[in-house]
C-alpha cells in the first residue's frame, strides 16, 4: 500500500512521533492506522525502558491553582536537559500532572514512599472487617492482601488512572512522554493544599 503524506500527517497528528518514525511505521502495517500507533506506543516503551536508570537533574516545577483559589499543587517534574525541560509539551505534561494530582489527592508518588502509618493503620482495618465478616484465618491474608493492592493503586500517584484519560495510568503517560521526548522522565515530589484540609 502507498504511504501518503496525509497518512503520516494523521498518525503524528495522533501521536506525536517523528515523521520519520511515523513513516516506517505505517510501511511495517502496510498503512494500517491503528496498528502503527500500537506499533510506536510499543517502540515508545522501549525507550522508555532504555531510559529508566538515567539521571533526571534537569525540570520544572509548576503549579496549578483551582478555580476559587481553595485548592493548589506545586509539582517538579524532572527530565535529563535543560533543553527538554524548556519545552511547551513538558511544560504542559507538569500542568496536567498538577492538575490531576488537585483532582485525585493521592498520599505519595510510588509505593515505596506511602508512610508506614498510613500502611498499618489500613491493613489492621480490612483485618478487623475479614474477622468480623467470619472468614477464615487463611482467607483473611489473601483477602487482606487483595484489597492492599487496591487501596495502593488509589493512593499512588503513578498508579492512578490518569484523570484526562481513565484508560492510562500516570505511570502510562510518564512512559508515552518519555517515549515521544526521548528523554526519562521522574516526578521529583509534590505538595497539594487545600483551605481546611491539614
Do not use: W
Not at 527538554?84 to 507538569?94: G, M, S, Y
Not at 500532572?97 to 502509618?117: G, Q, T, W
Not at 495510568?169 to 521526548?181: E, H, I, R
Not at 515530589?189 to 481546611?196: E, N, P, V, Y
Request: glycine share 6%; with cysteine.
Amino acid at each position: 500500500m502507498k504511504i501518503t503524506s496525509q497518512m503520516v500527517k494523521e498518525l503524528r497528528d495522533k501521536t506525536s512521533a517523528g515523521m520519520m518514525d511515523c513513516k516506517k511505521a505505517l510501511s511495517e502495517t502496510d498503512g494500517a492506522m491503528e496498528k502503527a500507533v500500537d506499533l510506536l506506543r510499543k517502540k515508545g516503551l522501549a525507550v522508555a525502558a532504555k531510559r529508566a536508570g538515567r539521571a533526571t537533574s534537569e525540570g520544572v516545577i509548576e503549579t496549578y491553582i483551582h478555580a476559587g483559589g481553595k485548592l493548589g499543587v506545586m509539582i517538579e517534574l524532572n527530565c535529563e536537559t535543560d533543553f527538554v525541560a524548556k519545552t511547551d509539551q513538558f511544560r504542559e505534561l507538569a500542568r496536567d500532572l498538577a492538575m490531576h494530582i488537585a483532582a485525585s489527592n493521592p498520599v505519595s508518588i510510588d509505593r515505596e514512599s506511602v508512610p508506614e502509618a498510613v500502611l498499618s493503620r489500613e491493613k489492621d482495618i480490612y483485618v478487623q472487617q475479614a474477622l468480623e465478616s467470619g472468614k477464615p484465618e487463611n482467607i483473611v491474608e489473601k483477602i487482606v492482601s487483595g484489597k492492599m493492592d487496591k487501596f495502593l493503586a488509589e493512593i499512588c500517584l503513578l498508579e492512578q488512572k490518569y484523570v484526562k484519560d481513565p484508560d492510562l495510568s500516570v505511570q502510562d503517560l510518564l512512559t508515552d512522554c518519555v517515549g515521544k521526548m526521548g528523554e526519562n522522565i521522574s516526578v521529583k515530589r509534590f505538595a497539594r493544599f487545600q483551605i481546611g484540609v491539614e
